[in-house]
């Protein structure tokens, strides 16, 4: 298993749990639809939406606006969608709790990061405590409430390593694909945000890196 791609770390894999009131299909449904608790008629139109793809690009429309805060809660959203994704399916969580040593996930610098922290926080939550390797638990822990808290954190430092690969053969969502490879940063900085911020208001080079932050076992935004 480890040193071996795991569909079942992927955030576009089908299954089926309860999150914030509801039934999700995947945790990329989960995790795009938190964009919206002001707007129940997108989120419940993510939350439906037929794969994890559509999901990804019915939250990510130019034309709408996200929740102002959320730079600073999206990795929450993501953990807390793949908390339930877990704790809810045991085949899932046998797969992410036999697991040892870090983990790899796929996907661009920022969600390739922040998925395997999430992860492995995960993977020691929903062990035995007597089996937890509580330094890893409180180091994830910690650079988590620090990006909530507005800090600007690498959890994961130049020439870190991993073993274990998540997520399967799911390609880029069109859209970020095409964002990744043809919108020039110019583009970029000056025609706004989904997140609700106004043109310019993001770095071009963050913007790119969370433009890009979707792959296999990882998502975006």
């Given at each position: 298993m480890d040193g071996a791609a795991r569909e079942e770390l992927?955030?576009?894999?089908?299954?089926?749990?309860?999150c914030r009131g509801v039934t999700w299909t995947s945790a990329e449904h989960c995790f795009q639809a938190a964009k919206f608790p002001h707007d129940p008629e997108r989120a419940e139109l993510v939350r439906s939406a037929a794969s994890g793809g559509d999901?990804?690009?019915l939250a990510n429309q130019k034309t709408v606006?996200?929740?102002?805060?959320?730079e600073r809660v999206k990795v929450e959203a993501m953990y807390q969608a793949n908390l339930a994704k877990?704790?809810?399916?045991?085949?899932?969580r046998a797969v992410l709790v036999a697991s040892k040593g870090p983990i790899t996930a796929f996907g661009f610098p920022f969600w390739a990061k922040w998925n395997a922290v999430l992860l492995e926080r995960i993977r020691e939550e929903l062990r035995p405590p007597a089996e937890r390797d509580g330094a890893t638990l409180k180091a994830r822990i910690a650079t988590m409430?620090?990006?909530?808290?507005?800090?600007?954190?690498?959890?994961?430092?130049?020439?870190f390593g991993g073993t274990v690969r998540c997520?399967?053969?799911?390609?880029?969502?069109?859209r970020a694909a095409?964002?990744?490879?043809e919108e020039p940063a110019a583009t970029r900085s000056s025609r706004g945000s989904v997140l609700g911020q106004p043109p310019g208001a993001a770095d071009g080079d963050a913007r790119m890196r969370d433009e890009q932050g979707v792959g296999r076992g990882a998502s975006s935004w």
């Amino acid at each position: 298993m480890d040193g071996a791609a795991r569909e079942e770390l992927d955030n576009f894999l089908p299954c089926r749990f309860e999150c914030r009131g509801v039934t999700w299909t995947s945790a990329e449904h989960c995790f795009q639809a938190a964009k919206f608790p002001h707007d129940p008629e997108r989120a419940e139109l993510v939350r439906s939406a037929a794969s994890g793809g559509d999901a990804f690009t019915l939250a990510n429309q130019k034309t709408v606006a996200c929740r102002p805060d959320w730079e600073r809660v999206k990795v929450e959203a993501m953990y807390q969608a793949n908390l339930a994704k877990f704790s809810q399916n045991a085949e899932l969580r046998a797969v992410l709790v036999a697991s040892k040593g870090p983990i790899t996930a796929f996907g661009f610098p920022f969600w390739a990061k922040w998925n395997a922290v999430l992860l492995e926080r995960i993977r020691e939550e929903l062990r035995p405590p007597a089996e937890r390797d509580g330094a890893t638990l409180k180091a994830r822990i910690a650079t988590m409430e620090a990006i909530a808290a507005g800090q600007s954190v690498d959890p994961r430092p130049s020439g870190f390593g991993g073993t274990v690969r998540c997520g399967g053969r799911r390609p880029v969502p069109p859209r970020a694909a095409a964002v990744a490879r043809e919108e020039p940063a110019a583009t970029r900085s000056s025609r706004g945000s989904v997140l609700g911020q106004p043109p310019g208001a993001a770095d071009g080079d963050a913007r790119m890196r969370d433009e890009q932050g979707v792959g296999r076992g990882a998502s975006s935004w």
